[in-house]
Structure formats: C-alpha cells, structure tokens
Antibody, heavy 122, light 111 residues
C-alpha cells in the first residue's frame, strides 16, 4: 500500500525552528517529485515547497523562501522540511504529497499523508 | 494569496448538479498548464478527484467531471450526495511563479 507518514510537528515560539519528516512506503520513492503543502486554520491549501526526484532541484513559495529548506534522503525513503525563523502565519497542518506527471506543467499530487500540525506561538 | 479564484461556497439538494469554477490567468491555466481537483475534509488527507483537466483516478465516481477553457476550469458534480459535502480545490502550475498554485477553495453544502 502506498503511504506517506508525516512527523515532527509541534508547538514552537516565534523565531524558532522545526524539522518535519515524511516517511514514504509502497512505491519507489526515488522516482518521484515530492512536495510539502500546508493548510492554515480557517484558510485554503497552500503549496510550500517541492523537490525533484534526485533532490538536486528545489522550489519554494515566496512566503517561505529563505526560511524553509526541503530535502530528501532516497536511501531512507524520507522527505524533510527544515523550517527556520518561524512566524505565527506558519501555523498550519503540513502535508507531504507525491507527484505524478511528465513535467511541471502537468504534475499533480496523487498521494497525500495525513499531516502534522505546526503551531507557532509564544 | 491564491492566484486561482473559486467561489467560496456552492450548495444543492441531493440529486442536483453543482459546478465550481476556477479562474486563473495567462501564466497558469491560460498557458496550457493542466488543472487538477482535490476533495478535502479539514483535518484529513486531501483526495485527488480529477487530474489533467478531465481525467478521473480509479475509484472516483463518474458523477465528478472536469473541463477547461481559456483561463478557466470547472468541476461538475452531478447527482449530488450527502457524502459530497467537503471543500474542493483546483490546482495548477504557474510559470511566472515557478511553482504550484491552489485555488481559494469552495465549500460544497448538500441541503
């Protein structure tokens, strides 16, 4: 069964750091683009960051650029999101998602995890 | 700030048909980028409903269909059922942002 399991969320003070993990199983992890998507309370889904299957190329939403870093360890079938300089507006349920498609203009997210909650508050 | 605009809410009685619009621009939908649709119950994993404009993954009922024209796309739900109550999001790629974009989201209520 194809599965994604996020972990690492929690309560952190403004300006603090947190690292999220996403353990993948049931598919060849190293073949697929992966992303982080978040859902702030009372708002809509927001794409956060993506990485190519090799991890060489990474992409970020303007709202997190320079503060968040996406990475992956294909030997461990795990995706990461290092979040620094956290702000109240980063409070959200964070999902990891597997992509499918032939190129960026066609990629869609066919498998999602259940998410991990990040709360930024003093 | 979403670059894909959806109506905040739509509603219909059981058995009726509802449609959800998704309006983009020349840098995403209008540029020929595919549109995908997700069904989301807050607190749970979003579910892929439609991919590449009008394709259904296996297991998605044919009551759900997608279409695209110009800088807009639409999701139609026919024979509305109580279990269809959820939030629905469109998603595409934006070439000027070099990233993925979601719609503002639409809450579907079954009366």
């Amino acid at each position: 069964e194809v599965q994604l399991l996020e972990s690492g969320g929690g309560l952190v003070q403004p300006g603090g750091s947190l690292r999220l993990s996403c353990a993948a199983s049931g598919f060849t992890f190293s073949n697929y683009v992966m992303s982080w998507v978040r859902h702030p309370p009372g708002k809509g889904l927001e794409w956060v960051s993506s990485t190519t299957n090799s991890g060489v190329s990474t992409y970020y939403a303007d709202s997190v650029k320079g503060r968040f870093t996406i990475s992956r360890d294909n030997s461990k079938n795990t995706l990461y999101l290092q979040m620094n300089s956290l702000r109240a507006e980063d409070t959200a349920l964070y999902y990891c998602a597997k992509h499918k498609g032939s190129r960026p203009s066609k990629y869609y997210m066919d498998v999602w995890g259940e998410g991990t909650t990040v709360t930024v508050s003093s | 700030q979403s670059v894909l605009t959806q109506p905040p809410s739509v509603s219909g009685a059981p058995g009726q048909r509802v449609t959800i619009s998704c309006t983009g621009s020349s840098s995403n939908i209008g540029a020929g980028c595919d549109v995908h649709w997700y069904q989301h119950l807050p607190g749970t994993a979003p579910k892929l409903l439609i991919y590449a404009d009008n394709n259904r993954p296996s297991g998605v009922p044919d009551r759900f269909s997608g279409s695209k024209s110009g800088t807009s796309a639409s999701l139609a739900i026919t024979a509305l059922q109580a279990e269809d109550e959820a939030d629905y999001y469109c998603q595409s790629y934006d070439s000027s942002l070099s990233g993925y974009v979601f719609g503002t989201g639409t809450k579907v209520t079954v009366l």
